[in-house]
């Protein structure tokens, strides 16, 4: 049981860790001489990457909602982590990973709002292509669904 709690373990630290990367990362949207992410755009003047504002025909609501659930997601997988720490030690058996499964639920369900406001409203008619860390952002959803999954079928383990 103690590898399975430890595999658990990892799989939440990847997870956080690839919430954070598509989050701070500045590849959501590329092309061969720009790099746009939820914060700023990067343009490539042959020596170096300068940084710009984002263009102002981005639906700024849009926009800010991508920004607030990408960082949402981080605060709770992050909150999810301690919580299941804790929870090791101080629940009794059965009601140990209820809790952190639903942090891990709520991180789940942000960072897929973030990706699919993102898939949606931005970069429709543009030339270029989703970058890694718009790829990150939707592989973290997909470990972070499992992660919560696991949680839940593990709350009825006797651990």
């Not at 590849?27 to 001489?33: K, L, N, Q």
Request: glycine share 6%; charged share 10%.
């Amino acid at each position: 049981m103690l590898f399975l709690l430890v595999g658990i373990f990892l799989l939440h630290i990847i997870t956080f860790a690839l919430l954070l990367a598509s989050t701070i990362e500045n590849a959501w949207w590329i092309t061969g001489s720009m790099s746009t992410d939820i914060w700023f755009r990067w343009l490539w003047n042959g020596v170096q990457w300068n940084k710009t504002a984002l263009p102002p025909n981005y639906p700024e609501d849009y926009l800010h909602a991508v920004q607030a659930s990408s960082i949402l997601a981080c605060v709770f997988s992050g909150i999810g982590l301690f919580v299941f720490l804790a929870q090791l030690f101080t629940l009794p058996k059965g009601k140990r990973f209820i809790l952190s499964g639903a942090f891990q639920l709520l991180a789940c369900l942000c960072i897929m709002i973030a990706a699919s406001i993102y898939t949606d409203i931005f970069h429709k008619n543009d030339n270029g292509w989703y970058g890694p860390s718009f790829i990150i952002a939707w592989l973290s959803f997909a470990l972070t669904f499992v992660s919560c999954a696991i949680y839940f079928v593990l709350r009825k383990k006797t651990t």
